[in-house]
């Protein structure tokens, strides 16, 4: 293990503070991150926290660890509006389009796959999902029902906060939340509530007659709760104690509180020694979901459809426009902003692609190791990516130098260099830099520039025969030229 290794910091939101990163069995982590729930394409922010994840999970392999990351598919037991009495979201899709649950689950299944594999991130080491453990949570219902912290209640089982909160553990350790504060701030229970507490949570709910996915139970027909789902898959294969667990922000409340509260009814003790949230993607300042219509699909990038943008970008350039922001921080996305991560991609690449041509002399003017050093210092800080990035950047202005005799690197210098350039560009940020693809982008987008001058002069003349052809013709071959207030962009069909 390298050097790097010993002083990797990680903010912990559970203590609110960077930690040095000690890990439980020497040399090795496990890391669980709450998956999809898969009745619907994976929106761009989705996106963004799998590539956060997929980041650190590539940074802790290339300093060494063996990591075993377990990223779990929700197949059942997530409600609607996340409310106990919501409807199931894969059975509702299923019932809206008159297809089975496991057509639902097994369409964005796929989808999700082949979206992340078109960011290049990583398959997790295991993808459990929770109709595959339907046994392992029915025997977590009963043991918590033991240990006196649920309840039954007309075929359903609940989580009972209050009395949980009464004994020696606390409910709202992660949040910092209040149970008093909670209960002054909710409304009165619904009369058709049969939970003895607002806070209560469901851990098995009962299966209606025309419920669709149920399995039998000691409480009759039901299907599991969404949060009992991660406690035990994480448990089944990272233990009752591990090392890390992440999951977009959104998720901190109530998912990963009720995660904490039901490990502790479990084993007594607390699950998780580092919390990792990402923070959220936002589109027009607000944050990308489902539920609100606000957001893109990472195939309206690719192509270009969306009206939002000018042209088509690669999903690498995408990543990379993700990968310059702080995974703590909130990211805008738009069209500006992905054009400027485009050129700073670019120009990444042609600094990277001279480092095989350089100079080489006899001793060194600088030392490459401070400099490949800066690259770990960016990383051990909490997976600073973009200021690894500015790093490299950096390290391409001391190319351009070497190049032009400003500075002096020898040949095993050069090497070391090149090889820790690549490590970082494509094992730890998980940029494929397609040379090619990008190449036969930019010549694309500059022969378009001219056919689009065309176009707009024979129209400036009225020739509308010949602006018509030239739109024609494109949109005949499969490009579709886009009349925007900022002029013309285009979209490919594919
Ligand atoms: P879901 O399928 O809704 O359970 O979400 C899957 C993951 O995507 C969760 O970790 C969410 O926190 C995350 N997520 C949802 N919306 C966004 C967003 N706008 N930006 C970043 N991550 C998000
Ligand atoms: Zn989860």
């Not at 089982?157 to 909710?186: A, C, P, Q």
């Not at 409340?253 to 699950?271: G, T, V």
């Not at 090149?418 to 094992?427: E, L, Q, R, T, V």
Request: charged share 25%; with cysteine.
């Amino acid at each position: 293990m390298g050097e790097a290794t010993s002083s990797l910091h990680i903010f912990n939101s559970l203590t609110g503070k960077k930690e040095l990163l000690l890990p439980i069995t020497e040399n090795h982590i496990g890391m669980y991150v709450c998956g999809p729930t898969v009745y619907s394409n994976v929106h761009l922010g989705n996106c963004r926290t799998f590539i956060s994840f997929d980041l650190i999970f590539r940074y802790l392999k290339h300093i060494g660890y063996s990591v075993r990351y377990v990223r779990n598919i929700t197949d059942v037991g997530h409600l609607e509006f996340d409310e106990d009495d919501g409807e199931d979201r894969i059975s509702k899709k299923a019932r809206l389009d008159g297809i089975e649950p496991m057509e639902v689950v097994q369409r964005y299944t796929t989808d999700f796959h082949k979206i992340l594999d078109a960011f290049n991130t990583l398959p997790p080491s295991i993808e459990p999902t929770a109709t595959g453990h339907i046994v392992e949570q029915i025997e977590h219902v009963k043991k918590i029902i033991d240990r006196g912290f649920a309840y039954e209640i007309n075929g359903s089982v609940y989580f009972d906060v209050i009395k949980f909160n009464n004994s020696t553990h606390r409910y709202g350790v992660l949040s910092g939340r209040k149970l008093e504060d909670m209960i002054h701030n909710t409304r009165k229970l619904s009369s058709q509530s049969e939970k003895k507490s607002p806070q209560d949570f469901a851990l098995w709910k009962k299966a209606e007659p025309k419920h669709i996915m149920r399995w039998t139970s000691p409480w009759g027909d039901g299907f599991p709760g969404w949060h009992l789902e991660c406690t035990t898959m994480s448990s089944k294969y990272l233990g009752e104690q591990f090392d890390i667990h992440g999951g977009g922000i959104d998720l901190k409340f109530p998912h990963h509180e009720c995660e904490i509260a039901q490990a502790k009814a479990l084993y007594d003790k607390s699950p998780v020694k580092t919390w990792i949230h990402t923070n959220m993607l936002t589109l027009n300042g607000r944050k990308m979901a489902k539920s609100t219509g606000n957001n893109i699909l990472p195939s309206e990038l690719f192509d270009g459809s969306n009206e939002l943008l000018s042209k088509p970008f690669s999903a690498d350039v995408v990543k990379f426009f993700m990968l310059q922001a702080h995974y703590r921080s909130v990211l805008d996305l738009s069209n500006d902003a992905l054009e400027a991560a485009e050129k700073g991609y670019n120009r990444l690449l042609n600094g990277i692609k001279m480092i095989a041509k350089l100079p080489k002399s006899n001793e060194s003017s600088v030392d490459i190791n401070a400099a490949i050093q800066t690259f770990y210092d960016a990383m051990n800080d909490d997976f600073n990516s973009p200021v690894l990035i500015a790093e490299l950047f950096e390290t391409v202005k001391l190319i351009h130098r070497v190049n032009h005799g400003e500075e002096k690197l020898t040949a095993k210098d050069i090497d070391t260099l090149h090889k820790s350039i690549d490590g970082f560009i494509y094992d730890v940020l998980g940029l494929t830099l397609d040379a090619s693809l990008n190449e036969d982008n930019a010549l694309l987008d500059k022969a378009l520039d001219v056919l689009i001058e065309l176009r707009n002069e024979a129209r400036a003349s009225k020739d509308f025969t010949t602006s018509d052809r030239i739109r024609d013709s494109l949109f005949k071959k499969g490009i579709q030229l886009k009349d925007g207030k900022d002029g013309t962009g285009y979209i490919l069909m594919s």
